[in-house]
């Protein structure tokens, strides 16, 4: 539903991997008007900026990776100009994955810069790791 309470029906897919201006008028062209785009490492298309974490290991934690800000950008204007809603999952499950879960193909979460301060078993439970992710769903 909108915010004036008219109804929305979305028609969506889930497209983390290399999103492209042609790709969103061929989902369009079938009235797709909603997608999911994840903050991961899957998106090889555009600018190169989505090969990086919003908050990567280079920026670390607190700071925004301008390569992947941009790249989220451009995904946003692409949306926009063709009135298409965006759901972004701020992380994928890989990089918050215990090892062992046999549903994946391994752990990345020594590529999240949050290894750096907390284990992934504590990774929704210690203060200081909660007071970055706030921060980083805030903005």
């Avoid at 899957?42 to 700071?63: Q, V």
């Avoid at 950008?73 to 890989?94: C, F, S, Y």
């Amino acid at each position: 539903m909108y915010d004036d309470g008219t109804s929305f029906y979305g028609i969506s897919v889930y497209y983390p991997w290399n999103v492209t201006e042609s790709r969103l008028d061929d989902f369009a062209a079938v009235n797709g008007n909603f997608f999911g785009y994840w903050d991961c490492t899957y998106d090889n298309a555009g600018n190169g900026g989505g090969k990086y974490l919003l908050e990567s290991m280079e920026s670390g934690i607190g700071r925004y990776d301008q390569r992947k800000a941009a790249r989220i950008d451009e995904v946003l204007n692409w949306a926009e100009a063709r009135d298409m809603k965006v759901m972004l999952a701020i992380w994928a499950h890989g990089y918050l994955r215990i090892d062992g879960v046999p549903w994946d193909n391994g752990s990345w979460y020594e590529q999240n810069p949050y290894s750096k301060i907390v284990d992934v078993e504590d990774f929704y439970t210690d203060s200081l790791s909660l007071s970055y992710q706030e921060k980083h769903c805030l903005q």
